[in-house]
């Protein structure tokens, strides 16, 4: 079974701190995705990754960045919290398309909810 | 830019009934459409995948059907249990595939013992 596992379940931060949300997966995907899910918002893609070191921008991604050093592993940092990110946090990965691509079918994690107070 | 649709928001049935939870999308022109579950507080887990040539999957109780031309899904549940409850999530990748997911809203699905 595939499994993507989130470093933390919940997460309590303060204004102003740095944050790192850790992402594993353990079915040597190419590519890794992170999300925010907030009520009556939906899910919205912040950043994706199609291979080790490359990063694409989502719907949202301004005050996060992304870094992917390793296959397996994909992080979200919040340079500096702030209240309006607080939220659900969720991270996917996917097998490589045929032709190259995001095609194949998604996974995802448990998810980690963080409150920034 | 594609939108999905899913219609209602919330349903809410008797345990033992069939049944189905619509998906609609306005580009008719897509790869693959996923259909997910989500228990409250948790992660999406996968429950199909529609590949653009197939018209329908089933899993256990669940198939999945896609009528591209028309830009629908659903998704039909039959014998629905109590353990069935949860938010139902589709989404859908344009073609070539090399865009991400774009994801409905959910339909929040109670299953009354």
């Given at each position: 079974?595939?499994?993507?596992?989130?470093?933390?379940?919940?997460l309590?931060?303060?204004?102003?701190?740095?944050?790192?949300?850790?992402?594993?997966?353990?079915?040597?995907?190419?590519?890794?995705f992170?999300?925010?899910?907030?009520?009556?918002?939906?899910?919205?893609l912040?950043?994706?990754?199609?291979?080790?070191?490359?990063?694409?921008?989502?719907?949202?991604?301004?005050?996060?960045?992304?870094?992917r050093?390793?296959?397996?592993?994909?992080?979200?940092?919040?340079?500096?919290?702030?209240?309006?990110?607080?939220?659900?946090?969720?991270?996917?990965?996917?097998?490589?398309?045929?032709?190259?691509?995001?095609?194949?079918?998604?996974?995802?994690g448990?998810?980690?909810?963080?409150?920034?107070? | 830019?594609?939108?999905?649709t899913?219609?209602?928001?919330a349903?809410?049935?008797?345990?033992?009934?069939?049944?189905?939870?619509?998906?609609?999308?306005?580009?008719?022109?897509?790869?693959?459409?996923?259909?997910?579950?989500?228990?409250?507080?948790?992660?999406?887990?996968?429950?199909?995948?529609?590949?653009s040539?197939?018209?329908?999957?089933?899993?256990?109780?669940?198939?999945?059907?896609?009528?591209?031309?028309?830009?629908?899904?659903?998704?039909?549940?039959?014998a629905?249990?109590?353990?069935?409850?949860?938010?139902?999530?589709?989404?859908?990748?344009?073609?070539?595939?090399?865009?991400?997911l774009v994801?409905?809203?959910?339909?929040?699905?109670?299953?009354?013992?």
């Amino acid at each position: 079974d595939v499994k993507v596992t989130q470093s933390s379940r919940y997460l309590v931060k303060r204004t102003g701190e740095k944050v790192f949300l850790e992402c594993v997966q353990d079915m040597d995907h190419e590519n890794m995705f992170w999300y925010r899910q907030d009520p009556g918002l939906g899910l919205r893609l912040i950043y994706f990754s199609y291979d080790v070191k490359m990063k694409e921008k989502g719907d949202i991604p301004e005050g996060y960045s992304v870094s992917r050093e390793k296959k397996e592993r994909f992080s979200l940092i919040l340079e500096s919290a702030s209240t309006n990110q607080t939220s659900m946090y969720l991270c996917a990965s996917s097998r490589q398309g045929r032709s190259g691509g995001l095609g194949n079918e998604q996974f995802f994690g448990p998810g980690t909810r963080l409150t920034v107070l | 830019k594609q939108e999905v649709t899913q219609i209602p928001a919330a349903l809410s049935v008797p345990e033992g009934e069939n049944l189905v939870l619509n998906c609609s999308f306005t580009d008719s022109a897509i790869y693959n459409l996923q259909w997910f579950r989500q228990d409250p507080g948790k992660g999406l887990t996968s429950l199909l995948l529609i590949q653009s040539s197939q018209r329908e999957q089933t899993s256990g109780r669940l198939n999945a059907s896609l009528d591209k031309s028309s830009g629908r899904s659903t998704l039909y549940i039959a014998a629905s249990q109590p353990g069935d409850s949860a938010t139902y999530l589709c989404a859908v990748r344009l073609w070539p595939g090399n865009t991400p997911l774009v994801f409905g809203k959910g339909t929040r699905l109670s299953v009354i013992a």
